[in-house]
Protein backbone atom coordinates (compact mmCIF):
# COMPACT_ATOMS: atom_id res chain seq x y z
CA UNK A 1 0.00 0.00 0.00
CA UNK A 2 1.52 3.72 -0.74
CA UNK A 3 0.95 6.27 0.79
CA UNK A 4 -2.09 8.98 -0.23
CA UNK A 5 -1.59 12.11 -1.64
CA UNK A 6 -3.83 15.36 -0.30
CA UNK A 7 -6.56 14.89 -2.65
CA UNK A 8 -6.41 10.90 -2.27
CA UNK A 9 -6.98 11.79 1.61
CA UNK A 10 -9.91 14.45 1.63
CA UNK A 11 -11.81 11.94 -1.01
CA UNK A 12 -11.14 8.90 1.71
CA UNK A 13 -12.07 11.28 4.99
CA UNK A 14 -15.37 13.06 2.78
CA UNK A 15 -16.40 8.93 1.74
CA UNK A 16 -16.34 8.32 5.87
CA UNK A 17 -18.23 10.87 6.29
CA UNK A 18 -21.03 9.51 4.13
CA UNK A 19 -23.77 9.30 7.11
CA UNK A 20 -22.82 13.04 8.23
CA UNK A 21 -23.48 14.00 4.47
CA UNK A 22 -26.58 12.30 4.17
CA UNK A 23 -27.90 13.45 7.37
CA UNK A 24 -26.94 16.76 6.56
CA UNK A 25 -29.13 16.54 2.90
CA UNK A 26 -31.72 14.98 4.70
CA UNK A 27 -32.30 17.83 7.15
CA UNK A 28 -32.18 21.12 4.85
CA UNK A 29 -34.19 19.74 2.20
CA UNK A 30 -37.09 18.88 5.09
CA UNK A 31 -36.34 22.05 6.59
CA UNK A 32 -36.28 24.67 3.68
CA UNK A 33 -39.57 22.63 1.81
CA UNK A 34 -41.33 23.23 5.16
CA UNK A 35 -39.72 26.50 6.84
CA UNK A 36 -42.89 28.79 6.69
CA UNK A 37 -44.44 26.14 9.20
CA UNK A 38 -41.13 25.94 11.39
CA UNK A 39 -41.19 29.32 13.37
CA UNK A 40 -38.02 30.82 14.09
CA UNK A 41 -36.11 27.93 13.30
CA UNK A 42 -37.70 28.27 9.87
CA UNK A 43 -36.91 31.99 9.31
CA UNK A 44 -33.15 30.75 10.06
CA UNK A 45 -33.13 29.09 6.50
CA UNK A 46 -33.64 33.32 4.96
CA UNK A 47 -30.40 34.03 6.41
CA UNK A 48 -27.43 32.78 4.83
CA UNK A 49 -25.65 33.84 7.75
CA UNK A 50 -27.31 31.23 9.95
CA UNK A 51 -27.78 28.95 7.19
CA UNK A 52 -23.89 28.46 7.40
CA UNK A 53 -23.50 28.40 11.05
CA UNK A 54 -26.30 25.35 11.18
CA UNK A 55 -24.62 23.88 9.12
CA UNK A 56 -21.34 23.79 10.47
CA UNK A 57 -23.27 22.65 13.97
CA UNK A 58 -25.33 19.88 12.69
CA UNK A 59 -21.83 18.80 10.99
CA UNK A 60 -20.43 18.30 14.28
CA UNK A 61 -23.86 17.11 15.97
CA UNK A 62 -24.24 14.30 12.72
CA UNK A 63 -20.05 13.68 13.13
CA UNK A 64 -21.02 12.86 16.87
CA UNK A 65 -24.35 10.67 16.27
CA UNK A 66 -22.57 8.89 13.90
CA UNK A 67 -19.13 8.23 15.15
CA UNK A 68 -19.23 4.51 15.87
CA UNK A 69 -19.82 4.39 11.98
CA UNK A 70 -17.33 6.74 11.11
CA UNK A 71 -14.31 5.79 13.66
CA UNK A 72 -12.11 2.81 11.53
CA UNK A 73 -9.21 2.62 13.94
CA UNK A 74 -9.90 2.52 18.11
CA UNK A 75 -9.26 5.49 19.53
CA UNK A 76 -7.13 4.15 22.40
CA UNK A 77 -5.10 1.47 20.64
CA UNK A 78 -1.52 2.08 19.76
CA UNK A 79 0.56 1.36 16.70
CA UNK A 80 4.45 1.61 17.66
CA UNK A 81 5.36 2.28 13.81
CA UNK A 82 2.47 4.91 13.54
CA UNK A 83 4.34 7.48 15.68
CA UNK A 84 3.93 10.83 14.23
CA UNK A 85 2.96 9.78 10.73
CA UNK A 86 2.05 12.23 8.08
CA UNK A 87 -1.26 12.05 6.58
CA UNK A 88 -2.14 9.70 4.56
CA UNK A 89 0.27 6.87 5.41
CA UNK A 90 -0.72 3.24 5.53
CA UNK A 91 -0.84 0.70 8.51
CA UNK A 92 1.85 -1.58 8.92
CA UNK A 93 -0.45 -4.56 8.09
CA UNK A 94 -1.94 -3.31 5.25
CA UNK A 95 -5.27 -3.02 7.30
CA UNK A 96 -6.10 0.83 6.36
CA UNK A 97 -4.73 4.52 6.74
CA UNK A 98 -4.21 7.08 9.06
CA UNK A 99 -6.06 9.43 7.03
CA UNK A 100 -4.78 12.23 9.29
CA UNK A 101 -1.32 10.91 10.18
CA UNK A 102 -0.49 9.49 13.94
CA UNK A 103 0.32 11.12 17.42
CA UNK A 104 2.84 11.08 19.78
CA UNK A 105 1.67 7.28 21.00
CA UNK A 106 0.65 6.17 17.28
CA UNK A 107 -3.42 6.58 17.87
CA UNK A 108 -5.22 7.78 14.86
CA UNK A 109 -5.66 11.42 14.39
CA UNK A 110 -8.72 11.48 12.81
CA UNK A 111 -10.67 8.45 14.97
CA UNK A 112 -9.59 10.73 17.52
CA UNK A 113 -11.10 13.44 16.29
CA UNK A 114 -14.60 12.04 15.56
CA UNK A 115 -14.80 10.69 18.60
CA UNK A 116 -13.95 13.64 20.58
CA UNK A 117 -16.88 15.88 19.00
CA UNK A 118 -19.11 13.04 20.76
CA UNK A 119 -16.98 14.22 23.96
CA UNK A 120 -17.92 18.12 23.55
CA UNK A 121 -21.38 17.28 22.32
CA UNK A 122 -22.39 15.45 25.06
CA UNK A 123 -21.31 17.81 27.77
CA UNK A 124 -21.13 21.09 26.40
CA UNK A 125 -25.05 21.51 25.39
CA UNK A 126 -26.52 19.41 28.69
CA UNK A 127 -24.51 21.71 30.92
CA UNK A 128 -25.48 25.01 29.11
CA UNK A 129 -29.18 23.80 29.21
CA UNK A 130 -29.04 22.54 33.05
CA UNK A 131 -26.78 26.48 33.50
CA UNK A 132 -30.03 28.08 31.72
CA UNK A 133 -32.68 25.88 34.02
CA UNK A 134 -30.98 27.26 37.23
CA UNK A 135 -30.37 30.97 35.55
CA UNK A 136 -33.74 31.34 35.35
CA UNK A 137 -35.43 29.42 38.19
CA UNK A 138 -33.13 32.13 40.15
CA UNK A 139 -33.56 34.84 37.60
CA UNK A 140 -36.94 35.35 37.43
CA UNK A 141 -37.74 35.90 41.17
CA UNK A 142 -35.55 38.28 41.72
CA UNK A 143 -36.30 40.53 38.57
CA UNK A 144 -39.72 39.94 39.43
CA UNK A 145 -39.97 40.34 43.15
CA UNK A 146 -36.70 42.01 43.70
CA UNK A 147 -36.02 43.89 47.35
CA UNK A 148 -33.75 41.55 49.53
CA UNK A 149 -34.07 38.28 47.38
CA UNK A 150 -32.88 40.31 44.36
CA UNK A 151 -30.38 41.71 46.44
CA UNK A 152 -28.88 38.55 47.83
CA UNK A 153 -28.88 36.52 44.78
CA UNK A 154 -27.10 39.02 42.81
CA UNK A 155 -24.69 39.62 45.63
CA UNK A 156 -23.85 35.75 45.45
CA UNK A 157 -23.69 35.91 41.16
CA UNK A 158 -21.06 38.47 41.41
CA UNK A 159 -19.18 36.83 44.15
CA UNK A 160 -19.08 33.53 41.56
CA UNK A 161 -17.80 35.69 38.99
CA UNK A 162 -15.42 38.03 40.77
CA UNK A 163 -13.76 34.48 41.48
CA UNK A 164 -11.20 33.23 38.71
CA UNK A 165 -12.44 30.58 36.64
CA UNK A 166 -9.20 28.58 36.21
CA UNK A 167 -8.12 28.77 40.33
CA UNK A 168 -11.62 27.40 40.76
CA UNK A 169 -11.18 25.01 38.58
CA UNK A 170 -7.96 23.73 39.60
CA UNK A 171 -9.49 23.87 43.35
CA UNK A 172 -12.51 21.71 42.68
CA UNK A 173 -10.10 18.57 40.93
CA UNK A 174 -7.49 18.36 43.60
CA UNK A 175 -7.41 15.15 45.28
CA UNK A 176 -7.80 16.81 48.82
CA UNK A 177 -11.18 19.00 47.77
CA UNK A 178 -12.54 15.62 45.89
CA UNK A 179 -12.01 13.49 48.93
CA UNK A 180 -14.56 16.13 50.79
CA UNK A 181 -17.15 15.13 48.35
CA UNK A 182 -17.49 19.16 47.63
CA UNK A 183 -17.74 18.74 44.07
CA UNK A 184 -20.87 15.97 44.95
CA UNK A 185 -22.39 18.21 47.19
CA UNK A 186 -22.16 20.87 45.07
CA UNK A 187 -23.81 18.61 42.33
CA UNK A 188 -26.73 17.68 44.68
CA UNK A 189 -27.87 21.38 44.97
CA UNK A 190 -27.65 22.12 41.49
CA UNK A 191 -29.11 19.31 40.13
CA UNK A 192 -32.46 19.53 42.48
CA UNK A 193 -33.05 22.83 40.39
CA UNK A 194 -34.05 21.92 37.45
CA UNK A 195 -36.28 20.05 39.04
CA UNK A 196 -37.79 22.40 40.74
CA UNK A 197 -38.34 24.43 37.86
CA UNK A 198 -40.11 21.53 36.17
CA UNK A 199 -42.71 21.49 39.11
CA UNK A 200 -43.00 24.93 39.64
CA UNK A 201 -43.70 25.51 35.75
CA UNK A 202 -46.61 22.59 36.00
CA UNK A 203 -48.10 24.16 39.34
CA UNK A 204 -48.59 27.57 37.68
CA UNK A 205 -50.12 26.41 34.28
CA UNK A 206 -52.39 23.78 35.86
CA UNK A 207 -53.15 25.12 39.24
CA UNK A 208 -56.51 24.98 38.02
CA UNK A 209 -56.85 21.37 37.45
CA UNK A 210 -55.57 19.63 40.52
CA UNK A 211 -55.99 15.91 39.45
CA UNK A 212 -54.12 16.34 35.99
CA UNK A 213 -51.24 18.57 38.11
CA UNK A 214 -50.84 16.07 41.10
CA UNK A 215 -51.22 13.37 38.62
CA UNK A 216 -47.97 14.80 36.43
CA UNK A 217 -46.59 16.34 39.16
CA UNK A 218 -46.28 12.53 40.79
CA UNK A 219 -44.92 11.39 37.41
CA UNK A 220 -41.96 14.12 37.86
CA UNK A 221 -41.02 14.00 40.69
CA UNK A 222 -40.61 9.53 40.62
CA UNK A 223 -39.05 10.29 37.15
CA UNK A 224 -37.20 13.33 37.68
CA UNK A 225 -36.39 12.06 41.28
CA UNK A 226 -34.95 8.91 40.44
CA UNK A 227 -32.94 10.56 37.58
CA UNK A 228 -31.72 12.80 40.45
CA UNK A 229 -30.58 10.40 43.05
CA UNK A 230 -28.68 8.40 40.24
CA UNK A 231 -26.88 11.23 38.60
CA UNK A 232 -25.86 12.44 42.41
CA UNK A 233 -25.46 9.18 43.45
CA UNK A 234 -22.22 7.41 42.72
CA UNK A 235 -20.30 3.80 44.41
CA UNK A 236 -17.29 4.30 46.47
CA UNK A 237 -17.83 8.16 46.68
CA UNK A 238 -19.29 10.23 49.81
CA UNK A 239 -22.44 10.13 47.80
CA UNK A 240 -23.31 6.64 47.96
CA UNK A 241 -26.65 6.16 49.05
CA UNK A 242 -28.53 4.29 45.74
CA UNK A 243 -28.62 1.06 45.38
CA UNK A 244 -26.90 -0.33 42.32
CA UNK A 245 -29.07 -2.16 40.82
CA UNK A 246 -31.51 1.56 40.90
CA UNK A 247 -28.35 3.46 40.02
CA UNK A 248 -29.50 3.66 35.90
CA UNK A 249 -27.35 6.87 35.67
CA UNK A 250 -23.09 5.82 35.78
CA UNK A 251 -21.12 9.50 35.95
CA UNK A 252 -17.47 9.32 36.48
CA UNK A 253 -16.52 11.71 38.91
CA UNK A 254 -14.09 13.54 36.81
CA UNK A 255 -16.93 14.28 34.25
CA UNK A 256 -19.19 15.44 37.39
CA UNK A 257 -16.77 17.46 38.26
CA UNK A 258 -16.24 19.39 34.97
CA UNK A 259 -20.31 19.23 34.78
CA UNK A 260 -20.49 21.17 37.76
CA UNK A 261 -17.48 23.40 37.37
CA UNK A 262 -18.73 24.19 33.62
CA UNK A 263 -22.96 24.90 35.07
CA UNK A 264 -21.06 26.31 37.78
CA UNK A 265 -19.53 29.21 36.01
CA UNK A 266 -22.14 29.82 33.45
CA UNK A 267 -25.68 29.91 35.86
CA UNK A 268 -24.76 33.40 37.05
CA UNK A 269 -24.31 34.99 34.03
CA UNK A 270 -27.50 32.89 33.05
CA UNK A 271 -28.73 34.49 35.94
CA UNK A 272 -28.01 37.77 35.38
CA UNK A 273 -29.31 37.84 32.00
CA UNK A 274 -32.45 36.65 32.74
CA UNK A 275 -32.93 38.88 35.95
CA UNK A 276 -32.16 41.84 33.76
CA UNK A 277 -35.06 40.82 31.16
CA UNK A 278 -37.66 40.13 33.91
CA UNK A 279 -36.43 44.13 35.07
CA UNK A 280 -37.74 44.97 31.81
CA UNK A 281 -40.95 43.35 30.91
CA UNK A 282 -42.57 43.27 34.32
CA UNK A 283 -43.10 46.67 33.21
CA UNK A 284 -44.99 45.80 30.03
CA UNK A 285 -48.99 45.87 29.61
CA UNK A 286 -49.29 42.20 29.37
CA UNK A 287 -47.96 41.56 32.63
CA UNK A 288 -50.20 44.46 34.45
CA UNK A 289 -53.12 42.89 32.53
CA UNK A 290 -52.40 39.38 33.77
CA UNK A 291 -51.64 40.73 37.45
CA UNK A 292 -55.11 42.76 37.10
CA UNK A 293 -56.62 38.78 35.97
CA UNK A 294 -55.29 37.56 39.47
CA UNK A 295 -52.58 35.52 38.06
CA UNK A 296 -49.90 34.16 40.79
CA UNK A 297 -46.36 35.67 40.35
CA UNK A 298 -44.95 32.07 39.09
CA UNK A 299 -47.68 31.82 36.31
CA UNK A 300 -46.85 35.52 35.14
CA UNK A 301 -42.67 34.65 35.53
CA UNK A 302 -43.06 31.64 33.86
CA UNK A 303 -45.91 32.14 31.10
CA UNK A 304 -46.10 35.65 30.44
CA UNK A 305 -42.47 36.80 30.99
CA UNK A 306 -39.86 34.06 29.98
CA UNK A 307 -41.89 33.61 26.57
CA UNK A 308 -41.65 36.82 25.43
CA UNK A 309 -37.61 36.78 26.91
CA UNK A 310 -37.07 33.95 24.26
CA UNK A 311 -35.12 35.90 21.71
CA UNK A 312 -32.35 36.99 23.36
CA UNK A 313 -32.10 33.86 25.65
CA UNK A 314 -31.94 31.41 22.10
CA UNK A 315 -29.70 33.95 21.09
CA UNK A 316 -27.31 33.99 24.53
CA UNK A 317 -28.10 29.43 24.85
CA UNK A 318 -26.39 29.44 21.01
CA UNK A 319 -23.59 31.67 22.12
CA UNK A 320 -22.91 30.04 25.46
CA UNK A 321 -22.59 26.35 23.88
CA UNK A 322 -19.68 27.72 22.10
CA UNK A 323 -18.36 29.51 25.46
CA UNK A 324 -18.65 25.91 27.19
CA UNK A 325 -17.17 24.42 24.11
CA UNK A 326 -13.83 26.87 24.53
CA UNK A 327 -13.99 26.00 27.90
CA UNK A 328 -14.03 22.35 28.35
CA UNK A 329 -11.01 22.59 25.29
CA UNK A 330 -9.34 25.01 27.75
CA UNK A 331 -10.01 22.20 30.96
CA UNK A 332 -8.38 19.65 28.54
CA UNK A 333 -5.93 21.55 27.99
CA UNK A 334 -4.57 21.96 31.14
CA UNK A 335 -5.78 18.02 32.11
CA UNK A 336 -8.65 19.45 34.56
CA UNK A 337 -11.11 17.00 35.22
CA UNK A 338 -10.89 14.64 31.98
CA UNK A 339 -8.72 11.84 31.68
CA UNK A 340 -5.50 11.92 29.90
CA UNK A 341 -6.40 9.60 27.63
CA UNK A 342 -9.69 11.11 26.78
CA UNK A 343 -10.27 11.86 23.18
CA UNK A 344 -11.58 15.60 23.82
CA UNK A 345 -10.17 18.03 22.05
CA UNK A 346 -8.20 20.04 24.53
CA UNK A 347 -6.56 17.06 25.91
CA UNK A 348 -5.43 16.14 22.37
CA UNK A 349 -4.57 19.40 21.60
CA UNK A 350 -2.25 19.65 24.57
CA UNK A 351 -0.83 16.01 23.66
CA UNK A 352 0.16 17.35 20.15
CA UNK A 353 1.38 20.85 21.28
CA UNK A 354 4.89 19.04 22.52
CA UNK A 355 5.51 18.14 18.95
CA UNK A 356 4.48 21.01 17.18
CA UNK A 357 8.04 21.79 15.00
CA UNK A 358 8.06 17.89 14.08
CA UNK A 359 4.29 17.00 13.66
CA UNK A 360 1.58 19.85 13.99
CA UNK A 361 -0.82 17.55 12.58
CA UNK A 362 -1.55 15.67 15.48
CA UNK A 363 -2.67 19.47 17.63
CA UNK A 364 -3.92 21.36 14.50
CA UNK A 365 -6.81 18.66 13.74
CA UNK A 366 -9.05 19.10 16.70
CA UNK A 367 -7.94 22.77 16.85
CA UNK A 368 -9.59 23.16 13.51
CA UNK A 369 -11.90 21.17 14.69
CA UNK A 370 -12.45 23.03 18.24
CA UNK A 371 -12.61 26.53 16.03
CA UNK A 372 -15.43 25.38 13.47
CA UNK A 373 -17.86 24.19 15.78
CA UNK A 374 -17.68 27.75 17.87
CA UNK A 375 -17.55 29.40 14.36
CA UNK A 376 -20.89 27.76 13.86
CA UNK A 377 -22.20 28.16 16.95
CA UNK A 378 -21.40 32.06 16.83
CA UNK A 379 -22.75 32.00 13.34
CA UNK A 380 -25.91 30.78 14.26
CA UNK A 381 -26.46 33.08 17.35
CA UNK A 382 -25.99 35.89 14.31
CA UNK A 383 -29.17 34.45 11.78
CA UNK A 384 -31.57 33.78 15.01
CA UNK A 385 -30.28 37.27 15.99
CA UNK A 386 -31.61 38.55 12.95
CA UNK A 387 -34.44 36.75 12.60
CA UNK A 388 -35.94 37.76 15.47
CA UNK A 389 -35.13 41.01 15.76
CA UNK A 390 -37.39 41.05 12.56
CA UNK A 391 -40.48 39.66 14.37
Known amino acids: MTPLNWSEILLAVALRLWPV ?22 KLFD ?28 VL ?48 PLATLFAYMVGITLGLPAGYFGGRLDDGLSFLANLVLAFPVILLFYLLVTPEIVETGLPQYVAAVIFILPLLFLLLLLNSRYYV ?5 NAAAAVILVAGGWTYLSLVSEKDTRIA ?70 GPLIVDFCLRIGYTTILLGTLGFFGLGLSPESPDWGSTINAGRKLLTIAPHPAFVPALALMSLVLGLNLLADGLREESLRD
Open 47 to 74: STVGMIGFALVMFWAYTALFAPMIIDHD
Open 21 to 42: WAALIATFALSIIFKRRLGLYG
Open 77 to 124: SQVGQMKNVVPGTPMPDGSGYYLLGGDHLGRDVFSRMVAGSSVVLQIA
Open 209 to 213: KPGFR
Open 241 to 310: FLPDALDWIHVPPNILIVFVSVIFVNAPTVFRIVRGLTLDIRTRDYVAAAQTRGEGPWYIMLWEILPNAR
